[in-house]
């Protein structure tokens, strides 16, 4: 009983204010909760009025990201062509031969995502190949059934020109 005796004895020592709260005062579990959360709540503000801590720091990122997100203004063609092109497919083939390959709408045509690209990305497309991809029969236990049907389209630039798709 010797080592028991010690760990009963022995309390953490608490260097930090919000520590010495945390310290467990009694064995009732409920107590120890409220005083957390209590502590919780109360928030520290700097002379600046700004939050301490993370919380503060998270509010003060969301702010800038939304500023920035609402100093840009798409444009009604650049809102079509987010529209049209529906992601990126990103492909060792592609990038070794220098295309950029989106799944698009399925009604769309050729013309259509040639207008979205430069739309989106400045620059027109050299040719744009469009192919219809059959989706796939897939089995979930013991029923069958088949993906979505959907279009893949090829977009080809003239030779030394790039286009950086994953910026907005």
Same mark, same amino acid.
């Given at each position: 009983?010797?080592?028991? *005796?010690?760990?009963?004895?022995?309390?953490?020592?608490? &260097?930090? +204010?919000?520590?010495?709260?945390? @310290? @467990?005062?009694? *064995?009732?579990?409920?107590?120890?909760?409220?005083?957390?959360?209590?502590? *919780? !709540?109360? $928030?520290?503000?700097?002379?600046?009025? +700004?939050?301490?801590?993370?919380?503060?720091?998270?509010?003060?990122?969301?702010?800038? *990201?939304?500023?920035? @997100?609402?100093?840009?203004?798409? &444009?009604? /063609?650049?809102?079509?062509?987010?529209?049209?092109?529906?992601?990126?497919? $990103?492909? +060792? !083939?592609?990038?070794?031969?220098?295309?950029? #390959?989106?799944?698009?709408?399925?009604?769309?045509?050729?013309?259509? @995502?040639?207008? /979205?690209?430069?739309?989106?990305?400045?620059?027109?497309?050299?040719?744009?190949?469009?192919?219809?991809?059959?989706? !796939?029969?897939?089995?979930?236990?013991?029923?069958?059934?088949?993906?979505?049907?959907?279009?893949?389209?090829?977009?080809?630039? !003239?030779?030394?020109? #790039?286009?950086?798709?994953?910026?907005?």
């Amino acid at each position: 009983m010797g080592i028991l *005796d010690k760990i009963k004895k022995s309390k953490p020592q608490a &260097t930090d +204010e919000k520590q010495k709260d945390a @310290v @467990v005062k009694s *064995d009732d579990k409920k107590e120890v909760e409220k005083d957390v959360v209590a502590k *919780d !709540k109360k $928030v520290d503000t700097d002379k600046s009025g +700004e939050k301490k801590g993370l919380l503060g720091k998270l509010k003060k990122d969301t702010k800038d *990201d939304s500023a920035k @997100v609402s100093s840009k203004k798409l &444009t009604a /063609a650049q809102v079509q062509a987010i529209k049209i092109l529906l992601q990126p497919i $990103v492909t +060792e !083939k592609s990038t070794m031969t220098g295309t950029y #390959t989106f799944k698009v709408k399925y009604d769309t045509s050729r013309n259509e @995502v040639k207008k /979205a690209f430069s739309a989106m990305y400045g620059k027109t497309p050299r040719k744009v190949n469009v192919m219809n991809v059959r989706g !796939k029969k897939v089995t979930f236990g013991r029923i069958e059934g088949k993906r979505a049907n959907w279009k893949k389209a090829v977009v080809y630039l !003239k030779k030394g020109e #790039t286009v950086d798709i994953f910026v907005d």
